[in-house]
């Protein structure tokens, strides 16, 4: 009997789940920003840092499409600029301090969208991810 233990509460978590919605958490295909630490900056000198988002386990990111949003944690003078997978943080920051931001971020599905089933056939685990970042700005 306790052999079959294990074997039963597989086979009832298959029972609960779909095999399909299953498998796609276990490789755990999610939006992903990355670890990142900016540079110090100076008030009124022109700053610049960048990173790129993608898919956690899955080869075609490319595939998505990627939005992103940023909260007012900004410093003055600093802009965040989207070009497709890769976001820019720049401009010339006319205030000091240290200041947190999070940055949001959104994928669509990839190119082969089914409109009329409004699915596609690999489904993330989430479709949306955030992050706290923080940028210095000195004198």
């Not at 992903?32 to 386990?57: R, W």
């Not at 909260?71 to 240290?98: A, W």
Request: charged content about 25%.
């Amino acid at each position: 009997m306790k052999r079959l233990l294990p074997l039963l509460l597989v086979l009832s978590l298959f029972s609960f789940t779909s095999c399909e919605d299953f498998f796609d958490c276990i490789v755990n295909r999610r939006p992903e920003l990355p670890n990142k630490s900016f540079g110090v900056g100076t008030i009124g000198v022109y700053y610049y840092e960048e990173f790129d988002a993608e898919i956690k386990n899955e080869p075609r990111d490319n595939d998505y499409g990627y939005e992103f949003e940023v909260d007012n944690g900004l410093p003055d003078g600093l802009v965040m600029i989207q070009n497709y997978r890769t976001v820019s943080f720049e401009g010339t920051p006319m205030e000091t301090g240290t200041f947190k931001f999070t940055v949001y971020l959104y994928v669509d599905p990839p190119i082969n969208y089914d409109f009329e089933t409004d699915a596609y056939d690999d489904p993330l685990c989430s479709e949306s991810t955030s992050k706290e970042y923080t940028i210095i700005i000195g004198d």
